[in-house]
């Protein structure tokens, strides 16, 4: 299995990731916990969690960023509508930026990068406009480089995901109906290239079929895909 150098990846469920760094920095990806089907109910966050990412405005990544940002006095980083509807919701600390930009957190320098997705945020007026969706790479200080891909379709410029940042550890959506499927994200695999694959937003509800098997079946084991479940780590 892939050594992530200290750094310990958490998957909980759905897209959500707990990124945790050697030097002690908790980062908490699209919080989706208290109606998660699939978050493990016994496990505990971190006393602390610095940082939330949120990938874009949908309930599924969102719902729980501004309860864990009170809790824990975290900033949430977004791309900068969606930034501000967190502020707007009752986050205090936000940082706002933009694809292609990149903001040090720590010793984690984190870059926006695209996605494929629609974005909006439910708010009490139904959907409202939130930026577009992202994901970001994670430039870990003495670490290894981590890419979440957020919601997403396969897309050719991937490829410069992989030319500009070489991902280590690729978090990719496999389930199908809502983002690519296992072979939609083996050919992601093929442009970015990382070392190991971590499947996410899969089988968190019935349309979400896709399997990590699968995926592993398009590689033709050409990459390592990682199977964790909920609650477990890889370091």
């Given at each position: 299995?892939?050594?992530?150098?200290?750094?310990r990846?958490?998957?909980?469920?759905?897209?959500?990731?707990?990124v945790?760094?050697?030097?002690?920095?908790?980062?908490l990806?699209?919080?989706?916990l208290?109606?998660?089907?699939k978050y493990?109910?016994?496990?505990?966050?971190?006393?602390?969690?610095?940082?939330?990412?949120?990938t874009?405005?949908?309930?599924?990544?969102?719902?729980?960023?501004?309860?864990?940002?009170?809790?824990?006095?975290?900033?949430?980083?977004?791309?900068?509508?969606l930034?501000?509807?967190?502020?707007?919701?009752?986050?205090?600390?936000?940082?706002?930026?933009?694809?292609?930009?990149?903001?040090?957190?720590?010793?984690?320098?984190?870059t926006?990068?695209?996605?494929?997705?629609?974005?909006?945020?439910?708010?009490?007026?139904?959907?409202?406009?939130?930026g577009?969706?992202?994901?970001?790479?994670?430039?870990?200080?003495?670490?290894?480089v981590?890419?979440?891909?957020?919601?997403t379709?396969v897309?050719t410029?991937?490829?410069?995901?992989?030319?500009?940042?070489?991902?280590?550890?690729?978090?990719?959506?496999?389930?199908?109906?809502?983002?690519?499927?296992?072979?939609?994200?083996?050919?992601?695999?093929?442009f970015?290239?990382?070392?190991?694959?971590?499947?996410?937003?899969?089988?968190?509800?019935p349309?979400?079929?896709g399997?990590?098997?699968?995926?592993?079946k398009?590689?033709?084991?050409?990459?390592?895909?990682?199977?964790?479940?909920?609650?477990e780590?890889?370091?």
């Amino acid at each position: 299995m892939i050594s992530l150098k200290g750094t310990r990846v958490t998957w909980l469920g759905h897209a959500t990731v707990l990124v945790q760094t050697p030097k002690g920095t908790n980062i908490l990806i699209d919080p989706f916990l208290q109606n998660n089907p699939k978050y493990p109910k016994s496990f505990e966050l971190p006393g602390t969690i610095n940082y939330i990412l949120l990938t874009h405005g949908h309930g599924d990544h969102i719902s729980d960023a501004v309860p864990v940002a009170k809790k824990h006095k975290s900033n949430v980083a977004a791309i900068y509508e969606l930034a501000a509807y967190i502020a707007s919701q009752g986050a205090d600390k936000i940082t706002g930026f933009n694809i292609g930009g990149t903001v040090q957190l720590d010793d984690v320098a984190v870059t926006m990068v695209e996605a494929k997705h629609s974005a909006g945020a439910e708010g009490k007026n139904g959907a409202q406009y939130a930026g577009v969706a992202t994901g970001f790479v994670l430039t870990i200080a003495n670490g290894p480089v981590l890419y979440h891909a957020g919601d997403t379709t396969v897309f050719t410029d991937m490829k410069l995901i992989k030319e500009l940042y070489h991902p280590e550890l690729a978090m990719l959506p496999i389930g199908g109906f809502y983002t690519m499927g296992p072979r939609e994200a083996a050919l992601a695999a093929q442009f970015i290239e990382p070392k190991a694959i971590l499947p996410i937003h899969f089988g968190t509800f019935p349309p979400l079929t896709g399997t990590p098997d699968e995926l592993d079946k398009y590689l033709n084991g050409s990459i390592e895909v990682i199977r964790v479940a909920p609650g477990e780590s890889i370091q």
